[in-house]
C-alpha cells in the first residue's frame, strides 16, 4: 500500500526512483490534474485505487483526466465522494473491500 497524501511532482519522482510497488495506492492530492503522472501510476503499478475526496467540491476533484488514466490502465478507482467509506482488509493475499455509503445529506434549518 502506497499512502501519496498530497504529493506533486517531485515526491511522485522520488517514489518511483525507489522502486515502490502497491496494490493500492491511496491517490496523491485528492486526484488533482497536478498529480499522478502516468509515468507515476505506471511505476507503482496498483490494482487499485482510492482517491479521498467530497463530493461536490470547489477543486471539482478528481480530474477528469486523472480518473481516464487510472481507468485506461485497468485500475479499480473507489471514490469516498461515490463510495463513502472505504474499507480495505487483507485475508492472506487476498483483498476484501468493503464500502459503506455516504451519509445521506442533512436539511439545515
Do not use: C, Y
Request: aromatic share 8%.
Amino acid at each position: 500500500m502506497l499512502f501519496a497524501g498530497d504529493a506533486e511532482a517531485d515526491a511522485e519522482h522520488a517514489s518511483m526512483n525507489r522502486g515502490i510497488d502497491a496494490q493500492l495506492l491511496k491517490v496523491p492530492h485528492h486526484g488533482s490534474a497536478t498529480s499522478s503522472s502516468d509515468a507515476f501510476v505506471d511505476a507503482i503499478h496498483p490494482t487499485w485505487a482510492v482517491i479521498s475526496v467530497a463530493e461536490q467540491n470547489t477543486f471539482h476533484h478528481p480530474s477528469p483526466e486523472v480518473l481516464t488514466r487510472f481507468r485506461a490502465k485497468g485500475i479499480r478507482v473507489f471514490t469516498t465522494a461515490e463510495n463513502g467509506t472505504i474499507l480495505f482488509t487483507w485475508r492472506g493475499s487476498r483483498p476484501e473491500i468493503l464500502t459503506f455509503p455516504p451519509r445521506p445529506r442533512l436539511a439545515l434549518p
